[in-house]
């Protein structure tokens, strides 16, 4: 079983691992430059590609290509996501309510929002 975390900057390392860890295993996606951010019941977490894929960034050019592939990404996270909701659910010990994920193509970013179902507890000095 995995260990709950509890202060702020665990919580957003936590999250960032089990993103990056999603990103190159389920996604099949060369990002290296993850961030998270907790705002109480939310987090948003940002990913930037550490190299462009040339086909992608030619098709993102048009405003269909950009748009289909926006439309990609979404369907393959969305048909995935279960696996990172356990993950960081596991690692923070809060159920999340619902992801939403966008990405640019042209910059190579992707978005994630993370609402819970409650806020983060705060920590506690022992």
Do not use: W
């Not at 999603?22 to 930037?48: G, R």
């Amino acid at each position: 079983m995995a260990c709950v975390v509890t202060n702020k900057a665990e919580i957003e390392y936590a999250v960032m691992l089990a993103v990056l860890n999603f990103q190159t295993e389920f996604m099949k996606s060369p990002y290296s430059h993850v961030q998270a951010y907790v705002y109480d019941e939310l987090i948003y977490v940002t990913s930037a590609r550490s190299m462009s894929i040339p086909a992608e960034k030619e098709l993102a050019r048009s405003p269909e290509g950009h748009e289909l592939l926006r439309r990609f990404y979404r369907a393959l996270f969305d048909s995935c996501q279960h696996v990172l909701q356990k993950q960081i659910e596991q690692a923070i010990g809060v159920k999340i309510q619902n992801m939403v994920t966008d990405l640019d193509p042209e910059a190579g970013r992707s978005t994630l929002v993370i609402k819970l179902l409650e806020p983060i507890p705060q920590a506690t000095t022992h």
